[in-house]
């Protein structure tokens, strides 16, 4: 998918030098229809087989009956070889008990932020918690103007509200996945630390549309610090100006009080189909490409963070210092709740979150919304369990 | 014995087969299924396993109409169609009328220039009034700035955003449009102008009295096109704004495309896409039979 999908090719000659009577031939999609794509693929009986999911699509598959379970396969695998993945990275691959894809590479979130602009706000060092963090975001709100903001929060994500809530020790949902507890205190609660970031007007109530340029506005400090993923530490480097190289950094997400800083365990994982008649050959494709060296190699070709703990020994990652704050909140990753409907959830969960940072709707209100939708959603689930059914 | 008549029929029917049975496989048959479909709960359980299908009658329909998400698609489709589609007809029949005159200098030029955006791929014409639209940096905001006027924030302010779409749509379909007036300006025998001239007629009363009403028909097809095909906006929201901000630019068709084919609701989505055929039937009906009453008072 996306880049990825060109660059592995770089990966095969080899493959394909050690099995000589297999090809691969790799199909592209973009990673905006990627989805959609596998799921027409499933519908039109025409899956590759092996492919490539966000592994919050994993559960949406697993009740498709479009992956084979791994398991038997691991079998034949060294026994510490799972456990060199990021834990939390390798358990949303696992449903019931069932190993049904390997991480590929993974995917977290966490603060990119102007070293400069923080320490003549008066930090020298990234602070380690939510209130030291707030003052510091006070701070460089204040020493700026109007049209300088603290923190860029596209208003139209729903990770940052999720991450707090499950730093806060939400569930999201209750009672076996089958209904919202959107209106739980603690996801109250970190639904108005969400939102007092806007209300003290530290974040600007945009969303990434607005934002066109991010990286010019973050070179300008309009913001100073962004929450995101992998992939930008490659386009940071490329498309920030060569003086703000040295200023820019990155940092395990802060913690409240007493619980962890966790972060969410996203990822691209590779499954089998189950109707393919060559799993025996895609197989080997899946652990040719767990391999520490090929994920080292696919690192250096595409910049995806490694799921395997020891390919970041390779010296090309364990020399990049902005991808140190990446493995240590790797070690603090927790997944969304494996059921189908999650992408669904989560797009409320921005929409009804964007509402309230708008003031379209109290925080209440949206929260109470935000219950009924996602109990809406949730009713087939609630029919299948009630009829004894695996969803 | 087959009399001739049969014979004849019998023919007719054989040669008119092929493109009946096309017809039906691949439009009336969808169109049957997608109907079936929205009288289940079809998704993504029923895709993996046919045994969690359920039957719920109407079920799918109810939820739409009390589904705020819906009306509020309703009511960003009927807000594209009810500004969109008259300033768009306007539009195009302004641009004719001008390209049609005699006093225009190059009229092929600028035919042709006029009809460029009709055939220019949607998405890069996206991406381009993306900049234009940019609140910091593009060409409309700097134009209105040099009026004195406030940066407006076009795509990401939930009052500008469908008015930008509505802009951008109608400068790109008004030139084919365009192309339908002025075959309809050119039907119209010159001496009927020349008569009104002599007669001592205004422009103005030529345009009302000699234009207007020869050109009744073409206005009734453009109308009800574009009525046909404002109500089925989608490209330009999917490629500008993906519904948002805060859903102002969500249309029915595009709510359907997300259903169906984002979280795979198919019965949800069939539904929807009656709703909306219905309405367009009953838009149409009600166009067609005001301008019959027209025809007869005029």
């Known amino acids: 998918m996306g880049q990825e999908g ?4 770089a990966l095969l000659p080899e493959f394909e030098r050690r099995h000589p009577q297999l090809r691969v031939r790799v199909q592209q999609i973009p990673w905006s229809a990627a989805h959609e794509k596998l799921l027409t693929a499933y519908a039109g009986d025409s899956m590759p087989d092996a492919f490539q999911l966000g592994n919050t699509w994993i559960p949406e598959f697993v009740a498709l009956r479009a992956i084979e379970p791994l398991d038997e396969r691991l079998r034949t695998w060294p026994a510490d070889a799972l456990a060199d993945y990021f834990p939390g990275i390798l358990a949303p691959n696992r449903l019931d008990g069932q190993t ?55 208003i139209n994500e729903w990770q940052l509200p999720v ?23 603690l996801f109250r609660q970190a639904f108005s630390d969400y939102l ?5 007007g530290l974040a600007p109530p945009v969303s990434n549309a607005q934002m066109a340029n991010l990286y010019q506005e973050f070179a300008k400090g309009t913001f100073a610090v962004y929450v995101s993923g992998p992939w930008n530490i490659g386009e940071f480097g490329r498309r920030l100006p060569a003086e703000l190289q040295p200023h820019w950094s990155t940092a395990a997400l802060p913690t409240f009080e007493s619980q962890a800083g966790v972060s969410l365990a996203g990822g691209a994982s590779l499954a089998l189909s189950r109707t393919s008649p060559r799993r025996e050959a895609a197989w080997k494709l899946l652990e040719f490409l767990a391999e520490p060296q090929q994920q080292a190699r696919f690192y250096q070709l595409t910049g995806d963070l490694p799921a395997r703990q020891s390919a970041w020994s390779d010296p090309a990652l364990a020399n990049n210092r902005h991808a140190q704050a990446f493995r240590r909140q790797l070690q603090q990753v927790r997944a969304t709740p494996p059921i189908p409907e999650w992408e669904r959830i989560a797009n409320r969960i921005a929409y009804y979150a964007e509402l309230a940072v708008r003031r379209e709707m109290t925080a209440d209100a949206a929260l109470a919304a935000l219950d009924r939708d996602v109990d809406r959603m949730l009713e087939k689930r609630r029919w299948l369990l009630a009829r004894g059914v695996t969803p | 014995m087959i009399g001739p008549e049969r014979h004849a029929a019998l023919s007719a029917w054989a040669f008119l087969a092929p493109a009946l049975a096309l017809i039906a496989v691949f439009f009336f048959l969808p169109v049957l299924a997608a109907l079936l479909l929205s009288f289940t709960d079809f998704d993504i359980y029923a895709l993996g396993d046919l045994d969690r299908l359920r039957f719920v009658g109407l079920n799918n329909y109810l939820h739409l109409l009390q589904s705020p998400l819906f009306w509020t698609a309703l009511g960003n489709t009927f807000y594209f169609v009810a500004v969109g589609g008259p300033l768009s007809v306007a539009v195009s029949l302004g641009a004719a009328l001008l390209v049609n005159s005699r006093l225009t200098r190059f009229p092929g030029f600028f035919r042709a220039a006029f009809f460029l955006p009709v055939v220019t791929t949607l998405v890069a014409v996206a991406v381009v009034w993306r900049y234009l639209y940019h609140p910091r940096y593009g060409l409309l905001n700097y134009g209105l700035s040099l009026l004195g006027i406030q940066p407006v924030d076009w ?21 084919f449009n365009m192309i339908i007036f002025i075959a309809g300006l050119q039907n119209i025998p010159p001496t009927l102008y020349e008569a009104a001239q002599i007669d001592g007629a205004s422009a103005w009363r030529q345009f009302r009295h000699i234009t207007l009403p020869l050109l009744g028909p073409t206005f009734l097809f453009v109308a009800l096109m574009t009525m046909i095909g404002y109500f089925q906006v989608f490209a330009e929201p999917y ?9 102002r630019t969500l249309s029915v068709v595009l709510l359907m495309y997300e259903e169906g084919f984002r979280w795979w609701n198919m019965g949800y989505a069939s539904a929807a896409a009656f709703v909306l055929f219905a309405l367009i039937l009953a838009a149409t009906l009600l166009q067609l039979k005001l301008r019959r ?6």
């Not at chain 1, 060109?6 to 090719?9: C, D, G, N, S």
């Not at chain 1, 993974?106 to 602009?117: G, K, M």
């Not at chain 1, 007092?196 to 003290?200: A, I, K, M, S």
């Open chain 1, 6 to 9: 060109e660059q592995v090719k």
């Open chain 1, 100 to 154: 049904f894809a390997l991480p590929w590479y993974v995917d977290t979130r966490l603060f990119f932020y102007r070293a400069d602009l923080l320490a003549s706000a008066g930090f020298a060092e990234a602070p380690a918690t939510w209130d030291e963090w707030l003052r510091a975001m006070k701070a460089l709100k204040s020493a700026n103007d109007a049209s300088r903001y603290a923190i860029l929060l596209p």
């Open chain 1, 163 to 185: 991450i707090l809530a499950l730093q806060r020790g939400a569930t999201l949902l209750r009672d076996q996945n089958q209904y919202g507890d959107f209106q739980n205190p």
């Open chain 1, 196 to 200: 007092n970031l806007f209300e003290q």
């Open chain 2, 155 to 175: 795509l990401g302010d939930p009052a500008w955003a469908m008015p930008a779409i509505i802009l951008m749509a109608v400068w790109k379909n008004f030139g």
């Open chain 2, 239 to 247: 490629v500008m704004t993906q519904g948002g901000p805060a859903n």
């Open chain 2, 293 to 298: 009453k027209n025809t007869f008072d005029g």
